[in-house]
T-cell receptor, first 112, second 120 residues
Framework: GNSVTQMEGPVTLSEEAFLTINCTYT??????LFWYVQYPGEGLQLLLK?????DKGSNKGFEATYRKETTSFHLEKGSVQVSDSAVYFC???????????FGTGTKLQVIP | DAGITQSPRHKVTETGTPVTLRCHQT?????MYWYRQDPGHGLRLIHY???????DKGEVSDGYSVSRSKTEDFLLTLESATSSQTSVYFC???????????????????FGPGTRLTVL
């Protein structure tokens, strides 16, 4: 079946540091890949997505590239802010009768 | 923001009592989902609906039932709550481009604010 593996957290960074959160997946077919963000006390929000190999999703300074050869979708940001502190979830959707598969989430804490 | 509300937002109940959580959407989306979020497990799908009166089980459906009598409402019921059902519950919706129970690979989900349930 489908699976998503994310790096364990929490990740603690200083403001303006470079961020990478690793995500790898196992799936049948050609899934779409997503990053969702959950701020404290809230539900998940879609951050970015990519629907085919080599696509780059981007939003709010975050980027992730769909790498089919390495089955990865790593999230990056060049300069994090305190307001980026949240839990980040990688997810995939292979469509059909399969439902969305989420990773376990990576907590990011950015300190001033 | 997608129009999704959940009620109640917080609930404390006792073991053995029935509990119903409500998800309401104003987006007229066909698909609705119930997830639970627990530390170390991420999000796990409990049940989902692909239309009025059309529902199916997810990966952790034991002890839960659902109903969808209107497009906008999706109810999750714990018939007899147990301490293992203490969790944060999220409703999500998506406008699937698939047919029937099938979804499209590009479908994205929109989440409600969550309900924190504590079973003592």
């Amino acid at each position: 079946g489908n699976s998503v593996t994310q790096m364990e957290g929490p990740v603690t960074l200083s403001e303006e540091a470079f961020l990478t959160i690793n995500c790898t997946y196992t799936a049948t077919g050609y899934p779409s890949l997503f990053w969702y963000v959950q701020y404290p006390g809230e539900g998940l929000q879609l951050l970015l997505k990519a629907t085919k190999a080599d696509d780059k999703g981007s939003n709010k300074g975050f980027e992730a590239t769909y790498r089919k050869e390495t089955t990865s979708f790593h999230l990056e940001k060049g300069s994090v802010q305190v307001s980026d502190s949240a839990v980040y979830f990688c997810a995939l959707n292979s469509g059909g009768y399969q439902k969305v598969t989420f990773g376990t989430g990576t907590k990011l804490q950015v300190i001033p | 923001d997608a129009g999704i509300t959940q009620s109640p937002r917080h609930k404390v109940t006792e073991t053995g009592t029935p509990v119903t959580l409500r998800c309401h959407q104003t987006e007229n989306h066909r698909y609705m989902y119930w997830y639970r979020q627990d530390p170390g497990h991420g999000l796990r799908l409990i049940h989902y609906s692909y239309g009025v009166k059309d529902t199916d089980k997810g990966e952790v459906s034991d002890g839960y039932s659902v109903s969808r009598s209107k497009t906008e409402d999706f109810l999750l019921t714990l018939e007899s709550a147990t301490s293992s059902q203490t969790s944060v519950y999220f409703c999500a919706i998506s406008e699937s481009r698939g047919v029937g129970k099938e979804t499209s690979v590009a479908d994205e989900q929109f989440f409600g604010p969550g309900t924190r349930l504590t079973v003592l």
